[in-house]
Structures are given as C-alpha cells and as structure tokens.
C-alpha cells in the first residue's frame, strides 16, 4: 500500500469544506498496528519497522495510520536531523540513536480501525475517530488541525516550519493517488534527486566532495548538475559508503555531462535518492545554488517519475 498524496497548489483555499495543517519536515509511513505488534512502511513500500524501536509500544488495537515520522533538532521538525537514522540498520546503533534522538509518529489519518475500512469515508468522519483514540504522548501524536488556511500559512513561513497542506473534509482516502482534493503549500524548494555520481574533495582521492543528481523520465536519466554544498563532517563518509557498492563503469546520463563536471567523477548505479534544497533549475536546466539535504531511504528513483516530490 503506497499513501494518499497531495497536489501542488497554487492558492490556499478558503471555505468551510478545507481543513489545513502543518506540512511536517519528515518521513511518510503508514502505520499498521495490531495485538501483535507494529509495522512502519514507508511510500515506497520498504519496512521501516526496525528503524524506529520507539514507536513500537503502540501495539493493541487494530488500526492503519497515515502518518509522519518527525524528528526535532533546536525544537523544529528536521529532515536532516532525521536522515540520520534513516540508513541505519545496524540494532544497537539503532537503538543508540533512538535514545538520543528519539522520533514521534505524527498521525494525521486513520485509514482501518478495528476491521473497519474507513478508506471510502469522508475525512470529516475519519479526523474524528482518528482523534477519539487519545494519542497524546511524546511517540505518538495527532497534531491540531485550523479552519484559516491563509493564517497558518503565514504563520509556518515566520516560525520556519515546511508549510501547509490543505484537506478537502468530503475527500475519501485513495491509496497510491495524487489527489487535487489534497493540497500542499511549502515555503521552501525543496526536491528530490537520483544520485548517479560522485566526486573527490579538491586535492583528495578519498574523500567525497560533491555528488552529480538526475531526474528520472520517461526517456532515462536527465542531468541536474552537481551538489557540494552541506556535504561535510560525517554526511561526505555516510554518503560515500552508500554509492561505492553501487560504481558502474559509465555514466547513467541519457544526455552529455560538462567535462568540468564529468572529470574524476566515479559513476554509480542510480538507486539512491536525497533531497536538495535550491533556488530551481536555471535556464541550462541545471539546479541553482543547491544544497544538499538528505538520503531518502524511503524512496526509489521510480517514485520521482511524473513529477516525485
């Protein structure tokens, strides 16, 4: 099951048939909870159970929640921060992060409750029931919803929160969709790249400097440019661990690579993908001062056809 997804919009809508809430900074799960246990999956199918040993003590009722899994950092919600754990597999440096930075399920549908499916009710009904279930502890958590979509918008750009996404109250949930009925509204360019290789530090062999980002099409892989910038400390020998297994003799590009770009570049097998922030694509196509943010271990680079993130 792939969750419900929203639509880029182009203004926030008013009237009593929206509701509007927070675009959290995180990682999307649907949570399937049972009296046996929880199992954490993440938009693009992949078990993510074992990476969030915290959220597991929810385990009773029968429920399906559509949710995120939020991480803080200085007490806003950070992909970053959460990228952190996101890669991990490893149970006892899973267990070490889960205790110094713990994660919280944010809850903002419910899909199933006790064997009923609630998938073709409205949201209205659904919110409700959803928020008669009582989450209200630091793991698990339903965040408020507000009537003034233009307010709240305001009010996420000043505390430098993602944004605001917009519900239709009569939308039924549509798995795997991208629904208009569903609206989203972030402050930031915020977007999602295959990583098809990547290049030494100046004056280095070893360590990892700058990755070379594509967009998936229809056509193959289209060349974005190069990302340096937020590729330091720990993030250049995390990043350079995942793409060594993945080397392959050419480049995954369908179009011609700068020569300024392409030499030194080790080419990778295009399977990871990270976000990166920037000001857009520039007119030759290529991102404008980008940044790179994080893995999404979550996704896949079919998941970024047809417009991804």
């Not at 499916?117 to 409205?122: K, N, T």
């Amino acid at each position: 099951m792939r969750p419900m997804l929203a639509t880029r919009g182009l203004h926030v809508p008013t009237g009593g048939e929206w509701m509007h809430e927070v675009k959290w900074d995180g990682m999307r799960v649907l949570a399937d909870v049972s009296g046996d246990g929880v199992r954490l999956t993440s938009r693009a199918e992949n078990d993510v159970t074992a990476s969030y040993p915290e959220l597991l003590a929810m385990a009773g009722r029968d429920l399906l929640l559509d949710g995120e899994v939020i991480a803080l950092a200085d007490g806003r919600p950070s992909f970053g921060a959460l990228a952190e754990r996101m890669h991990v597999r490893d149970r006892r440096r899973v267990a070490r992060l889960a205790a110094a930075r713990p994660v919280t399920f944010l809850a903002f549908d419910l899909v199933r409750l006790d064997g009923r499916d609630l998938s073709r009710r409205p949201l209205s009904e659904r919110r409700e029931l959803l928020v008669s279930l009582g989450f209200a502890g630091e793991s698990w958590h339903v965040p408020e919803v507000y009537d003034d979509g233009a307010m709240l918008l305001e009010a996420t750009r000043a505390q430098g929160l993602e944004g605001v996404v917009s519900k239709r109250l009569s939308s039924r949930y549509e798995f795997g969709v991208r629904s208009p009925h569903w609206l989203k509204f972030p402050h930031r360019l915020r977007t999602s790249w295959v990583v098809c290789g990547w290049r030494p530090e100046t004056g280095s062999q070893q360590r990892l400097g700058a990755i070379l980002v594509g967009e998936p099409t229809a056509e193959g892989i289209v060349f974005r440019g190069r990302v340096g910038s937020g590729i330091a400390g720990k993030v250049g020998p995390m990043l350079k661990e995942l793409l060594e297994p993945l080397a392959v003799e050419h480049s995954p590009f369908i179009d011609d690579i700068p020569r300024v770009d392409a030499a030194g570049t080790h080419w990778v097998d295009p399977r990871v993908v990270v976000d990166v922030e920037s000001l857009g694509l520039g007119t030759q196509g290529r991102l404008r001062q980008p940044a790179y943010i994080g893995v999404r271990a979550d996704l896949g680079p079919d998941d970024l056809l047809g417009g991804g993130q």
